[in-house]
């Protein structure tokens, strides 16, 4: 059996801690293919991690608190820079140690973020072949810093055998930068968990939902405001860990653990919203939650994504609004409460769109696989692009 090793700097501590939830559910879609994974994750001064899938061993790295995790690396840095500034590097040089030591008997390494993995793993590699999986924050706060930060892009990726972002657009703008080209790799999903529910029976007053972390890129407090416009019509169900909210007509199921929990609460919805903002050069990558709300069947209403630019993945204007606008979303609410047909026309699309997705998914991560040759090569895919998996912007 293979073995692949991950580093990342976000991974669940807890069960239903949505923090590094996705790249979890990348190494168990690692495992599915028969690989053995190890992950190296910071610890973030908390008591060890339960276990959370015998599949998986993961290495906890024991870092200075308020480093990682919480609102998100740009955010610390505009909050308190200064005493963010004096604990990173030495939580950096921590992970890249732990990784080194920890992944010495892996055959291939996967970084998800060019920083801090990007560095770690890029230092731990010793000839070893890895790839490197941008979400959004680390590039975007590269590409921010002029020519040095994309010289610092170039150095991160120029070693790796594969490299590839979450989402599109960020994709596009990486290609630019590396020479091996970047793909869109979409998030890990278990789409199979929410094909089978019921689309939205669209009885008695519409359901909203809300799933995520309670942070400000989130935008939640825009949900609430415009839901205080149109609640008479609608309830809002929110979940995810963080501050709870009594509010006339919210439902708060805080935290969610697992999947059977996952499906109760899409079960309760009609429409997910996605209402998140744009924080200076940050922006919203390729939320999980957006393709499980289509498998379930449920529209989705959405800000700053742009990977609803896409057109196979553009559910026309009625379902966007613009980032931080409450008034447009309270228009779009009030709008699909007078009509709810639109969302009995919807939900049959969205699984389209989440099985499109999927497909592809499944084809750019076996190519990363071959790539760092711990996956056979499929008939025709030597050593160029397969004609399925295509590089954006390349």
Request: some cysteine.
């Amino acid at each position: 059996m293979k073995h692949l090793g991950l580093v990342t700097s976000s991974y669940p501590r807890f069960p239903g801690d949505l923090a590094g939830a996705f790249v979890r559910r990348a190494a168990l879609d690692l495992c599915r293919r028969g690989l053995r994974v190890t992950v190296v994750a910071p610890r973030d001064g908390r008591a060890s991690r339960p276990p959370l899938d015998a599949s998986i061993e993961v290495v906890e790295v024991t870092v200075p608190d308020r480093v990682f995790y919480g609102p998100g690396a740009p955010e610390r840095m505009a909050s308190q820079s200064l005493g963010w500034a004096l604990r990173a590097p030495s939580a950096v040089l921590k992970l890249m140690e732990s990784s080194e030591r920890a992944l010495r008997d892996c055959d291939a390494l996967v970084a998800h973020w060019l920083l801090p993995a990007g560095l770690a793993v890029r230092w731990a590699a010793a000839g070893r072949r890895y790839a490197v999986v941008e979400h959004s924050s680390a590039a975007r706060l590269l590409l921010g810093a002029g020519r040095c930060g994309a010289l610092g892009v170039q150095g991160l990726s120029s070693g790796a055998a594969f490299v590839a972002a979450s989402e599109p657009r960020l994709a596009a703008r990486l290609d630019a930068f590396c020479s091996q080209g970047v793909h869109w790799l979409p998030p890990s999903t278990e789409l199979d968990a929410f094909l089978g529910l019921e689309t939205p029976s669209l009885r008695g007053p519409l359901q909203l939902g809300f799933l995520g972390r309670r942070v400000p890129i989130k935008g939640l407090e825009v949900l609430l405001q415009a839901f205080a416009q149109v609640r008479g019509s609608m309830r809002l169900h929110l979940a995810g860990p963080g501050q709870r909210v009594r509010a006339a007509g919210v439902v708060d199921w805080g935290a969610l653990h697992g999947v059977e929990a996952l499906r109760d609460f899409f079960s309760s919805i009609d429409v997910l919203v996605i209402p998140s903002r744009s924080l200076g050069s940050r922006r919203e990558g390729f939320p999980c939650v957006l393709l499980e709300a289509w498998a379930a069947g449920r529209p989705v209403l959405a800000s700053a994504l742009d990977v609803l630019d896409l057109p196979l993945l553009n559910p026309g204007s009625s379902w966007r609004f613009s980032p931080g606008d409450v008034w447009g979303l309270a228009q779009r609410l009030h709008a699909l409460a007078s009509h709810p047909e639109q969302v009995d026309g919807e939900a049959l699309r969205c699984r389209r769109r989440a099985l499109a997705v999927h497909r592809y998914r499944e084809a750019v991560s076996s190519f990363m696989l071959e790539r760092l040759e711990v996956l056979g090569k499929r008939d025709g895919a030597a050593e160029k692009r397969d004609e399925h998996v295509l590089a954006v912007g390349a």
